[in-house]
């Protein structure tokens, strides 16, 4: 199965038209993810959902569950990233960590833009870069850092029922969280997941940042 290139080109449109607004962190530590529109492939069971309910125009993103090893967050969805290093930007770290944690190597011409910052309760500053892979095969997760590699269809995340948003005592602002599968991704991912719909495929210029986080992702 092959992502078209109508699809290439409407996230690439989409987020060229999209202000993004960036955040200054004052005292707050630099990180990025990045969010990888990869085909669906062939590979058997993804995350549980049959082959035959995507067409060979689907698309997917790559997704992992932490490593149980862990000391914070273990076992949680993500999306492959981490922390800015010094001298570089979003975009390389973004790639950096790509290579790292699921082992694909992609050059910079595969980013295809951002999206807004996200401030985090654990006092980051996450920005998500869009990165388009394509037909990659043979994800291989870094076992330090990640327990399972997922590809999980664009279409599971334009669910009727996405996003579910809760209400906290902790917060004046709803957690947001998207459903997948018979489970479910808190924000931070989340968030970035929301916004990739909404802006990159469905062309809404929706914020995300007002979200709140789960007291597990405080940490």
């Not at 987020?15 to 200054?24: I, M, P, T």
């Not at 990888?36 to 997917?60: I, K, L, R």
């Not at 388009?132 to 999980?152: F, K, Q």
């Not at 009727?160 to 709803?174: G, I, N």
Request: proline share 7%.
């Amino acid at each position: 199965m092959t992502c078209n290139e109508a699809l290439y080109a409407r996230i690439r449109e989409n987020l060229r038209g999209f202000e993004v607004r960036s955040q200054a962190g004052e005292g707050l530590r630099r990180a990025a993810v990045a969010i990888t529109v990869v085909d669906v492939g062939d590979e058997p069971g993804v995350y549980g959902m049959p082959m035959e309910a995507f067409s060979s125009d689907d698309a997917a993103l790559v997704l992992t569950r932490r490593s149980l090893a862990l000391k914070h967050h273990a076992g949680q969805w993500a999306l492959p990233g981490g922390r800015v290093d010094a001298g570089e930007g979003p975009e390389d770290a973004a790639l950096r960590e790509l290579a790292e944690e699921v082992g694909l190597h992609l050059p910079r011409e595969s980013v295809i833009g951002r999206l807004d910052d996200f401030s985090t309760r654990s006092r980051f500053v996450i920005t998500p870069v869009v990165v388009w892979a394509g037909p990659t095969r043979g994800l291989t997760p870094n076992p330090a850092e990640v327990h399972a590699i997922h590809r999980i269809p664009v279409a599971e995340f334009l669910r009727e029922d996405a996003p579910l948003l809760e209400e906290s005592s902790e917060s004046a602002s709803p957690i947001l969280c998207m459903p997948v599968g018979e489970s479910f991704i808190a924000a931070p991912t989340a968030a970035f997941l929301y916004q990739f719909r909404e802006v990159a495929i469905l062309g809404n210029h929706t914020r995300v940042a007002h979200y709140d986080q789960p007291l597990f992702a405080w940490r």
